[in-house]
């Protein structure tokens, strides 16, 4: 078998038009979707990352604002920031680029942020939410990874989903919502015996490490669904995922690519997640 691709740059681009249309009503109605980025230091992949976030809303029509400080700044000051976008009726999301300098407590960045704002879907709250079901704002990346698996012709009711990555803000959510989606859910991480014994149950398989080609064909079992979210470099400096494409591609029925698979996804749930959030503050009105 060799697998079919999900093409998340598709998918992606298909979606943001999608998003463009509901912002361009919205502002008939004189809401514009704002978000808000926070960047501190001087890190270059932040740098990248959030020049991208922020190029992604103006091609959607939102506006965007992006607050830079240094990586002197204290966390009493980044809250004060946080406290004042909180109450700014032009914003809509908040989003705190991370990693931060060591000296500020993340987590308190975090649940500093409104979590009718958290766009991130980090929040405390919003992550209680999503573990009790409930319609929140869920992290982009997993979020992501929902959407793409809804594109293909899989019903994920009772489908073994192994999760390979625990982090928070990929690994513990994507189980979630696959759990939420009636799937039996498998978490596998560093300290896992014996991967492969799990990871060949999996008919749906997320791979989110971050180990260049950790991932092999005598991993999968013959027809799996497998959902790549490493973003790697390999020797020669070429950006890869933490599955090994040809020789899996041979044996999974669907496959995401690196590049073009998770990560157009993840900017594009963002943008889903601002539209919601300020789609939200009318209702409440
Ligand atoms: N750093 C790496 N990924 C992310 C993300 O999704 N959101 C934020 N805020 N920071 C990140």
């Known amino acids: 078998m060799t697998a079919k691709l999900i093409n998340g740059k598709e998918i992606a681009r298909k979606k943001r038009i999608q998003v463009a249309n509901e ?165 596998c991480h560093s300290k896992t015996k014996d991967l492969k014994a799990y990871t060949k149950q999996a008919d749906i398989l997320i791979a989110a490490v971050g180990k260049a080609n950790l991932i092999t064909s005598d991993h999968i079992k013959e027809g799996a669904v497998v959902i790549d979210v490493g973003m790697n470099r390999n020797e020669e400096g070429k950006l890869c995922g933490d599955v090994a494409f040809d020789e899996v591609k041979e044996k999974a029925s669907y496959i995401t690519p690196v590049p073009g698979g998770v990560g157009p996804m993840t900017i594009t749930m963002l943008l889903f997640n601002t539209l919601k959030a300020a789609k939200n503050t009318l209702n409440k009105e």
């Open 23 to 187: 912002v361009k009503k919205l502002k008939e109605m004189n809401v514009t979707p704002g978000l808000a980025v926070i960047l501190v230091g001087d890190n270059q992949a932040s740098r990248t990352y959030v020049r991208n976030k922020q190029k992604a809303c103006h091609e959607t029509g939102m506006h965007s604002e992006l607050i830079e400080y240094e990586d002197t700044i204290t966390e009493q000051e980044l809250i004060k920031k946080i406290t004042e976008l909180n109450e700014d009726p032009s914003i809509h999301g908040i989003l705190v680029q991370l990693p931060l300098p060591k000296h500020i407590n993340e987590i308190k960045m975090i649940e500093a942020i409104s979590p009718e704002k958290d766009v991130d879907g980090f929040h405390p709250i919003n992550i209680g939410r999503m573990m009790t079901g409930q319609d929140t704002l869920l992290p982009c990346t997993p979020y992501g990874v929902l959407e793409m698996i809804a594109e293909i012709d899989i019903d994920i009711t009772g489908k073994h989903a192994v999760i390979v990555g625990r982090s928070n803000i990929v690994g513990k959510p994507a189980g979630q919502l696959l759990l939420n989606k009636n799937a039996t859910v498998t978490y």
